[in-house]
């Protein structure tokens, strides 16, 4: 069984930046692909960026594309999102997954079989 655990979380001004964490138990990362989506207020849940962990291969949403940056920490057995140019229409609960197929990098929620808690971003204008 698989658990993740996300951190890094908070309160943060317009154009700022936070580094989102995920640690899982249980087992090690590699062979899987892992994901971040995000739910806003009265949103659906939504993809954010993956990375493929065996080459490190990544994937982004087009409204995240060139602010955040997805990476992946083979020592710690971490994925985090690094999160640049924070706006306000970024704030959500942001969720960390994994897919045990690991080859192809999908955007579909539906593809994830293990899920974090979340962890709450909050971005003021």
């Known amino acids: 069984q698989v658990q993740l655990l996300e951190s890094g979380g908070g309160l943060m001004q317009a154009g700022g930046s936070l580094t989102l964490s995920c640690a899982a138990s249980g087992r090690t990362f590699s062979g899987y692909v892992m994901g971040w989506f995000r739910q806003g207020p009265g949103k659906e849940r939504e993809f954010v960026a993956a990375?493929?962990?065996?080459?490190?291969?990544?994937r982004y949403a087009d409204s995240v594309k060139g602010r955040f940056t997805i990476s992946r920490d083979n020592r710690k057995n971490t994925v985090d999102l690094q999160m640049n140019s924070l706006k306000p229409e970024d704030t959500a609960v942001y969720y960390c997954a994994a897919d045990r197929q690991g080859a192809i990098i999908f955007n579909a929620e539906s593809k994830y079989e293990y899920w974090g808690q979340g962890t709450q971003v909050t971005v003021s204008s």
């Open positions: 990375i493929r962990w065996t080459d490190g291969m990544t």
